[in-house]
């Protein structure tokens, strides 16, 4: 069995677990996961775990 994880998903994962642990930091996570995507975005996007 194959399985393909995509690192955006996974990103939004994490930032929603960290929201619900550390409300403070909403800002801050907001504003990496927004970077991140835009990066991602802007070199293709393609990043596959494997």
Same mark, same amino acid.
Request: net charge positive.
């Given at each position: %069995?194959? %399985?393909?994880?995509?690192? /955006?998903p996974? $990103?939004?994962?994490?930032? /929603? =677990?960290?929201?619900? =642990?550390?409300? +403070? %930091? *909403?800002?801050? =996570? $907001?504003?990496?996961?927004?970077i991140?995507? /835009? $990066?991602?975005? *802007?070199?293709?996007g393609?990043?596959?775990? +494997?």
């Amino acid at each position: %069995m194959n %399985m393909h994880l995509s690192i /955006g998903p996974l $990103v939004a994962l994490i930032a /929603g =677990i960290l929201i619900l =642990i550390m409300p +403070r %930091m *909403l800002n801050y =996570i $907001v504003a990496l996961y927004l970077i991140i995507i /835009g $990066v991602m975005g *802007l070199f293709g996007g393609n990043f596959n775990l +494997r």
